[in-house]
């Protein structure tokens, strides 16, 4: 057995009693109550989910197995030559909820070497599809296209004990990590380098590796193991993590659920974010024919967007009250790597402007950045201009939480997920509302 599943396993054995005693002796204490406006606005707030990977406090940000960001960059070992850790050792802490020294983050990143060969009818499959479809849609389709790979389902349908699923799950989660980036990149060079693919390089880890097959030089590598780490997990509420669970909860399979997952990550009010705060500096920058606008300048283009009705990308958060920490990390990367790029100075002046702006205007309950109000800008400068394929990026990232939510799902036995709803006649009733 690996060093990560050995450890895994003993963590899972320590841990299933606390779940166990739990829900037998206190599951009948209240955990909350559950208001109208949270019923009909999308389950807000509701406390009804539980995880032990990442939390997100609404006032200091994301820490992963409770730690911030910065203290996670600074403690992980560092790939050598690289300001950045090791996505595998990153991986290791959210699996383990222990920081790995370099030998453990080296043994997981020789796991995912041995698991990262993608079978040939993906990229056929890939190269068969519409030319103009998105990025996203690919990536979620050549996930799903593996699904028959499945460890768990062909052990669970020879008889599989209900304490046994995290194994085969761990199987499935890991071969399907260590394929996303090779199948990122294919869908990169397939879509937007005239299919001029660029084979793995099997000395280099995760992140390396995956610049090295987009065709993007150093420090883009960098770029890469920040964005997935930064990108990873967002606690269980947010629509792809939560997809990945719920999808997960029937006991579909990791390919199933990390396809859903994707899907909803799609969605413009989610990954998509990023590309649409590129797309809105663009035009910006067009009108503005390149010259940096002045903050007078900046606060017109802020409220035309607002006063036609339209959201501004990279703020506002369902959760967080405060500007996100994974903002300020990619703001301190370009400050050090690309502090006169235009682009970045577009972004500082919409930094500036726009939160008082959103505060005069009175809806957003957040009016500061979050992680999309950057991250476009880093990815434009190292070349990568083809902003549908933000998402993607997005998508690596997010589905190493997800993986590590869904095999600890397995561990602790979380049962298929089943809110209850009610109808407006009921909470009119509710509401005591006379007809
Ligand atoms: C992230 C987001 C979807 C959260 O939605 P939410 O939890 O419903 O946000 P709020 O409760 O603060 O929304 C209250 C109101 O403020 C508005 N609002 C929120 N963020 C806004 C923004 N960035 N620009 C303008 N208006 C905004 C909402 O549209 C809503 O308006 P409505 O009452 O007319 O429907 C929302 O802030 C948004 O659309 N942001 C821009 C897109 C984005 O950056 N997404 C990436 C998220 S990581």
Request: glycine residues 8%; proline residues 6%.
């Amino acid at each position: 057995m690996s060093v990560l599943k050995d450890k895994l396993g003993k963590k899972i054995e320590e841990w299933r009693p606390r779940t166990t005693k739990l829900l037998k002796d206190y599951g009948d204490v209240k955990v909350g109550e559950v208001t109208i406006s949270q019923v009909i606005g999308g389950a807000r707030g509701i406390k009804s989910l539980t995880t032990d990977i990442s939390y997100l406090d609404p006032f200091e940000g994301i820490r992963f197995r409770g730690f911030t960001i910065p203290e996670v960059m600074e403690k992980l070992p560092k790939v050598p030559g690289s300001e950045m850790p090791y996505v595998e050792g990153f991986f290791y802490l959210l699996l383990t909820g222990e920081v790995p020294g370099e030998k453990e983050a080296l043994e997981v990143a020789e796991e995912f070497k041995k698991r990262q060969h993608v079978p040939e009818y993906v990229f056929n499959m890939l190269r068969q599809l519409p030319p103009e479809s998105h990025p996203m849609a690919m990536f979620s389709a050549a996930i799903v296209a593996m699904q028959s790979e499945s460890v768990f389902v062909k052990e669970y349908d020879a008889g599989l004990n209900k304490m046994e699923f995290w194994g085969p799950t761990y199987e499935d989660g890991l071969n399907l990590l260590a394929k996303l980036p090779a199948i990122a990149a294919f869908i990169y060079r397939l879509k937007y380098k005239n299919g001029d693919i660029i084979k793995a390089d099997p000395k280099l880890d995760m992140g390396g590796n995956f610049a090295h097959m987009m065709g993007i030089k150093k420090p883009y590598d960098d770029v890469a193991r920040m964005y997935f780490i930064l990108h990873s997990d967002h606690e269980s509420g947010n629509v792809s993590a939560h997809t990945g669970h719920l999808v997960a909860s029937a006991l579909s399979d990791v390919y199933y659920s990390i396809s859903a997952m994707i899907d909803g990550l799609a969605g413009p009010l989610h990954g998509l974010a990023n590309q649409e705060v590129l797309r809105w500096l663009q035009g910006v920058m067009e009108e503005m024919k390149g010259k940096i606008p002045s903050e007078e300048e900046m606060k017109k283009f802020v409220w035309d967007t607002l006063n036609s009705g339209q959201v501004i990308p990279g703020f506002g958060h369902a959760v967080l009250r405060k500007t996100d920490p994974r903002y300020t990390s990619q703001r301190e990367f370009c400050l050090k790597h690309l502090p006169d790029y235009p682009l970045f100075k577009y972004v500082d002046v919409l930094y500036k402007v726009t939160p008082p702006i959103l505060l005069e205007q009175g809806k957003a309950k957040n009016p500061w950045p979050n992680v999309d109000a950057q991250s476009g800008v880093i990815q434009w400068y190292y070349g990568l201009t083809e902003y549908d394929f933000y998402t993607v990026l997005f998508g690596v990232g997010r589905a190493l939480g997800v993986v590590a939510n869904i095999i600890w799902d397995r561990a602790l036995g979380y049962p298929i997920e089943r809110p209850k709803s009610i109808t407006t006649a009921m909470m009119e009733e509710i509401a005591g509302i006379k007809k």
